[in-house]
Each structure stands twice: as C-alpha cells, then as structure tokens.
C-alpha cells in the first residue's frame, strides 16, 4: 500500500542554490559596501556578520563578491560594473591546478579549479592561475563557452547553496590583475581574511539564537550552556571590531601586523564557532537538529564554513610570528646594560614591539 503525501520539507540542494543565487542578485544590486581601510570597516564587517547570521551561503557570496571588489581597488583596476557578480577563487588544493599561458597579445586559462563558490550565479571572477613566471590573478567572464562548472563536483550537505563547485577552463581569455604575487602580497589579503571571521560569527551566533530562544535557565545546566556561549561570542565579536579599528588605523600595513592579526582574529572566531556548534548541541540535544530545518542548516552550515580555517597549519603559523615577535622584544632589552636585569621580572618592562 502506497502513502500518497509530500514528506520533503528541506529544499534540495539545487533549489537552495537557485533561491540564494537570487538573494545574492538582490543584494549585489543593492550593497553599497565599504572596502577594508576605507574608514568604515567596522560597518563592512558587521554587514558580513548580519548576512552570516541570516544564511552563510548568501554570505559566502556576498563576502567574495565585496573582496573581489576590494581586490579591484588595491590593484588599480575598475570596481564592479552594473549588473555584475564578482567571485574570488584562488583556492589551490592538491591536485590538478588552473594554468595560464600567453596566446599573441593575450592570456587563455586552461585546467581546473577548485571550490568556485558562485560558479552559476557570478557573472565575473578573480582567479589565480600558474603562469612560466609565476602563480597570478586573473579576471574572467563565465559566459565563456569555455567556463564550464563540473557536476557533481560540490556534494556537501553544509553551505549547499554557496553553489561551490570544481570549474573547467578551457581556452578562457584571462585578463592580469596586477603583477606576478600581487594578489597574496597586498595588505587587503590579510584584511578580507578577517571579513570571513565576521561571516563565521554571524553564524555561530545564529545558531546560538536556538539555544537562546528556548532556554529553560532554571536549569543550571542549561543556563551554565548559555553563560559559556555567550561569553565565547561576546570574546570573539570584540577581537573582531577591534581588528576592524586596527585596520582602519594602519589599512597599507605599515606596522607589518596585518598577517598576525589575521590569523589571530580567524583562531579565536574557529574557537568561539567550534564552542558554540558544541555546546548548544549538548544542551538543546537531537531535537533542534532533526525538527528545525533552519537551525540544522545553520549548524551543518557553519560546521564546513570554518574549515576555511587550517586549523593546526594556521596555528603553527601563528606560533612562529609570535616566536619572532617575542625575539624582537627580547632584543631591544639587550646591550650592555640589559644584564642588569635577571630573573623573570625582566621581560615586563620591554613592552610590546613598536
């Protein structure tokens, strides 16, 4: 005996990539974004966090687009025309790579490349690609014939409607967007890497909201769960708009911070959103997961958008700058009259690297 009735309440995935590749559209037309160092990054990056909170697919596409059009900026080259979604892939995986070579005046792009979020929805996208000189970024048209995104490439159940898959180039017209290295040695990479801090956020603090709305706080248990989460994101959200100040202050990176503070920023919102997915898990149990298909999304959503994060490499990175800056504070202590001092009260009157 058949049951004839609909029993799918979550949308598929190809429904959620059409519904946010609409969101998007809207939003393009809409934004007015400021680009890091603009004075106003704060606001760029509490735009991103409020996008994150409401679906991190749609601010996934948001944040490529306005670091695309940062990107533009701090290489001398146009923003965003009318009408035109802006994508940055420049992920570089194990595996077939994206290459680049000369053909008379200009370049065609051929290979794979990986994680293209946007792939469908974005009209244009900044691509890194291997040249004979070197790795560089260049701009493409996806109306290309030659652009074609690989099905089946993008199989996550988390941030199924970033529409992220594999994309295979084939005789693509590239146009250079700065010099050989330019995209990674620009002060704004180190900048929009923090602008995905405030995608993670919003995120986690979505999925707070669940924990927060039906909390029962005359639990203990339930209310020490809250305290926890609250303090974790009240922690990580002040370290992010203080980055925002920090940029807005120095946004050319004259101080040679901006890479410290990036990875420090992205440690501690991983932390916070890792600390929230698990906490509001042992305290609202299976239920929110396996009834509220908002709530599970968001959590499977952020659960794959903070493996942006490398997790140990970033924090081995992170480890040997700090190394390095306590090498250079301990030598400015040094000299004839540093062996005044002994013992471990020394240290506290070198104060922080200038």
């Known amino acids: 005996m058949s049951v004839g009735c609909e029993t799918r309440l979550v949308p598929d995935a190809e429904e959620l990539r059409r519904s946010v590749a609409d969101r998007f559209r809207a939003w393009v037309e809409a934004e007015a974004g400021e680009l890091p160092g603009a004075g106003r990054t704060r606001d760029r990056f ?32 146009d923003p965003p025309g009318p009408g035109e979604r802006w994508g940055v892939w420049a992920a570089q995986p194990p595996g077939t790579g994206l290459k680049a070579h000369q053909e008379g005046e200009g370049w065609l ?31 493409v048209r996806t109306g290309h014939p030659g652009y074609e995104p690989v099905p089946g490439t993008w199989q996550a ?7 992220t898959p594999d994309v295979r180039f084939t005789a693509v017209p590239g146009r250079p967007v700065g010099a ?16 995905v801090a405030a995608c993670w956020l919003g995120g ?15 639990d203990p248990l339930t209310a020490a769960h809250l305290g926890a989460v609250d303090v974790a994101l ?14 807005d202050a120095d946004p050319l990176d004259r101080s040679g911070t901006a890479r410290l503070r990036s990875l420090r920023v992205r440690a501690v919102a991983e932390r916070a959103c890792a600390d929230v997915l698990d906490r509001v898990g042992r305290a609202t149990g299976a239920g929110p997961l396996c009834h ?63």
């Open 109 to 139: 792009l051929e290979g794979y490349k990986a994680y293209c979020s946007g792939a469908h929805s974005c009209t244009h996208g900044l691509v890194t690609a291997d040249t004979a000189q070197g790795r560089r970024l260049f701009a």
């Open 46 to 77: 509490a735009a991103l966090y409020a996008l994150g909170r409401t679906d991190l697919s749609l601010a996934r596409l948001a944040e490529g687009h306005a670091d695309a059009a940062a990107v533009l900026a701090e290489l001398g080259e």
């Open 292 to 354: 509220d298909p908002r709530h599970a999304r968001n959590a499977v959503d952020l659960t794959v958008y903070i493996r942006q994060h490398h997790a140990e490499r970033d924090l081995a990175e992170l480890g040997t700058l700090v190394g390095q800056e306590a090498g250079k504070e301990a030598g400015q202590i040094t000299g004839p009259e540093s062996g005044r001092r002994e013992g471990p009260e020394a240290g506290r009157e070198a104060g922080p690297a200038q």
């Open 157 to 163: 159940i988390g941030m199924a409607g970033s529409d």
């Open 204 to 218: 986690a603090r979505a999925v707070a909201d669940t924990l927060q709305a039906g909390a029962r706080t005359e």
């Open 180 to 195: 050989v290295g330019a995209y990674l040695e620009r002060p704004g990479f180190q900048h929009g890497g923090v602008g």
């Open 234 to 247: 009240h922690a990580a959200e002040t370290v992010l708009w203080e980055a925002a100040r920090a940029i």
